[in-house]
């Protein structure tokens, strides 16, 4: 490339950013980050019956979440002057008029517009079928056809680079182009994604919005490594860290044909990047969600150390595909307000274990806080169970419950050096007092 690109992600801001839009940016901030470019973000706004500052705030929070930094911000309701003045010089010039209070753009007939597309090759419009069209409303506002085309000339954009849908406005904006003598960008329209059932894809086919899969669990790095192969591909690799997207990305391998949204894939790439991540890392993001969720309050969230959070994630990230069932699973090491399951406290909080229960409390209560490690814990365990004549399938069960409230999880023994003496012994208290209630009732 001859000089370092210029590419925009401009989103309208309507609602919430959805999976097709982000998959946009991300192209956009792969070219220029590999070619040492400029990414630009560039809201319009320009319909403002539509247009809303949540949605605005919404898209770079949701930009931000996946790690798609822009060099450089404009709002188009601030570039008023601009397109004023570029549309003044189209009606002095007599290649716009004004009808019933609008301006419209006087397209030359006959002509033809040809399309000249990096990824579809040229595509040719006759002017026949392109209708004058409106750059500037009765009540001032602009086109998107042609803020659009104005922006990108004035801002240098080297590389147009967007959703398939604009394909047919782009003989528009060259019209704009050419009537204003401004240079052209490239093209590259990108290809459609579409269903599993391949048709376009719609809010029924499940979340289609990036807070919405980052809200059932999904994490940015899997969410970014799914949408890149949303019409790129590198030989039949799958897995790519950002750094090795950025690398290996060029616009000559995105595909022509239309990209099949799979959320089995999705939910794959996710369980691999639980699997494969820092569990500290992955602790802060596990701390936002059980906050975002209301899991816990934000001052509990807040409170958990960040050891505990990664180890939570060590202990469940083999068994969990989202952090929605991780949070779930390890929701008793996060919280001291355990949700008891209702069978396993009849069948396990019953009065014959009561003294069991007991002398093992006295046991570890006599524990340094230091020897709550699983195999030191087990040890001691053991050995009380030893010396009362009992074995520990007795206990385990009785314990779990105490424990966690559930009668499925990790080891009994890591379970307790995650959850540290003195909360242990709380549980375990809690647990006696289970067995004593059952009794009296
Ligand atoms: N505002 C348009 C959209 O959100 C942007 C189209 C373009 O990139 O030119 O679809």
Not at 9 to 36: D, E, I, K
Not at 100 to 120: I, K, N, Q, S, Y
């Amino acid at each position: 490339m001859k000089m370092a690109p210029r590419v925009r992600f401009a989103p309208s801001p309507t609602g919430a950013l959805h999976v097709g839009g982000a998959r946009t940016a991300l192209f956009n901030w792969l070219f220029a980050r590999h070619h040492g470019g400029t990414f630009i973000l560039r809201i319009e706004d320009t319909d403002r019956s539509r247009s809303t500052e949540e949605s605005i705030e919404e898209i770079k929070a949701a930009l931000r979440w996946l790690g798609l930094d822009w060099d450089e911000y404009y709002r188009e309701t601030e570039r008023f002057p601009l397109y004023q003045e570029a549309a003044e010089r189209l009606l002095a010039q007599g290649k716009a008029y004004e009808r019933e209070g609008a301006w419209w753009f006087r397209v030359p007939r006959p002509g033809t517009t040809v399309v000249h597309d990096l990824l579809l090759g040229d595509v040719a419009y006759d002017h026949g079928l392109i209708k004058d069209f409106v750059i500037r409303r009765s009540d001032g506002s602009f086109t998107y056809n042609f803020a659009c085309a104005v922006d990108d000339a004035d801002l240098g954009i080297t590389h147009v680079i967007r959703a398939n849908e604009h394909l047919n406005n782009t003989p528009r904006q060259i019209l704009v182009y050419q009537a204003l003598e401004l240079e052209m960008p490239e093209f590259a329209h990108l290809p459609m994604v579409l269903s599993k059932e391949r048709t376009k894809l719609s809010k029924r086919h499940g979340a289609t919005s990036v807070f919405e899969y980052r809200d059932r669990g999904i994490l940015p790095e899997a969410l970014i490594n799914f949408l890149v192969r949303l019409g790129w591909s590198c030989g039949d690799r799958e897995i790519f860290s950002k750094e090795e997207m950025v690398a290996l990305f060029d616009l000559k391998d995105v595909n022509v044909s239309a990209a099949v949204f799979d959320e089995e894939k999705l939910l794959w790439l996710n369980q691999h990047y639980l699997k494969a991540g820092d569990p500290e890392r992955l602790g802060e993001l596990l701390r936002e969600f059980l906050m975002r969720q209301g899991i816990v309050s934000e001052e509990e969230a807040e409170a958990i150390p960040k050891a505990k959070l990664a180890k939570a994630i060590e202990l469940f990230r083999e068994r969990s595909e989202t952090l929605v069932e991780l949070a779930e699973k390890a929701r008793f090491i996060l919280s001291d307000r355990l949700e008891y399951d209702p069978k396993g406290v009849e069948r396990f909080l019953t009065p014959e274990k009561g003294p069991l229960l007991e002398g093992l409390l006295e046991e570890l209560a006599g524990l340094d806080e230091s020897e709550f490690t699983a195999p030191r814990l087990e040890e001691a365990t053991r050995a009380y169970l030893a010396r009362a004549g009992h074995q520990l399938k007795e206990i385990a069960q009785t314990c779990r419950v105490a424990l966690t409230g559930k009668t499925e999880g990790p080891g009994l023994f890591e379970t307790m050096e995650v959850l540290e003496k003195a909360e242990v012994l709380t549980r375990l208290r809690r647990g006696l007092e289970l067995i004593r209630q059952g009794q009296g009732a």
